[in-house]
């Protein structure tokens, strides 16, 4: 069964770094996302991403961070200067035509 | 504007027992809702869907939601938990906002004693 991919699994950074988290979805999907969860906290939605533009953004996702699908396969999340408050679980998730999203296992990012 | 409320952070049930997960949701246009369950440590596992064909839906591992518009309830059940079913349950809805955004409830974690 296809699934959504993602590396790290973790990563560990040294604050002001920049980070790129990875993510692979399913091939034939067309509407991308990043979402985060803080430790205890809720999910949340970051970024939607279609047709090589971001469709939406939440208050959340500002300057330091860019989305980019550099090639057929791949989804990036990039954060330029991390903060410690960047300290989360990302998930990747993608969908086809449909309403339905499926998320990748997501990469714990810890800033020191 | 949308959101979703999941009411009870944690809920302790007996192996065996009724697992009952409450869910509400304001939305201003006909949802798409959702369950989804994360064990520790891994990613959201997609449990079931509403997408209006049918009230009561069914999803994997023995769960099932019934959607009630009146009372803006998406509530998750299973008749009979099993020590596997621990874990922390998100309730969503997803909007249709050119892409799909999706808003998570602040989650449910569901503890089963032997």
């Known amino acids: 069964e296809p699934e959504v991919t993602q590396t790290p699994s973790h990563q560990v950074t040294q604050m002001g770094q920049e980070v790129i988290l990875r993510c692979v979805p399913i091939s034939n999907h067309l509407y991308f996302y990043w979402y985060r969860q803080i430790l205890g906290q809720k999910v949340e939605f970051l970024v939607s991403?279609?047709?090589?533009?971001?469709?939406?953004k939440s208050e959340i996702f500002d300057d330091q961070f860019s989305v980019e699908r550099p090639d057929g396969s791949n989804f990036t999340l990039k954060i330029r200067s991390t903060k410690l408050e960047d300290s989360a679980m990302y998930f990747c998730a993608s969908s086809g035509q449909t309403d339905t999203q499926y998320f990748g296992p997501g990469t714990r990012l810890t800033v020191l | 504007a949308q959101s979703v409320t999941q009411l009870g952070s944690h809920v302790s049930v007996s192996e065996g027992a009724l697992v009952l997960l409450r869910c509400n949701y304001s939305s201003s246009v006909p949802p798409y809702l959702f369950w989804y369950v994360q064990y520790p440590n891994q990613g959201l596992q997609l449990l079931l869907k509403?997408?209006?064909?049918?009230?009561l839906v069914k999803g994997i591992n023995g769960f099932e939601a019934e959607f009630k518009k009146s009372e803006t309830s998406f509530h998750l059940t299973k008749p009979s938990a099993h020590m596997s079913d621990a874990a922390e349950y998100f309730c969503a809805v997803t909007l249709n906002t050119g892409g799909f955004k999706t808003i998570f409830g602040a989650g449910t974690r569901l503890f089963v004693k032997a």
């Open positions: 991403f279609y047709n090589n533009e971001i469709s939406e």
């Open positions: 509403y997408t209006s064909a049918a009230t």
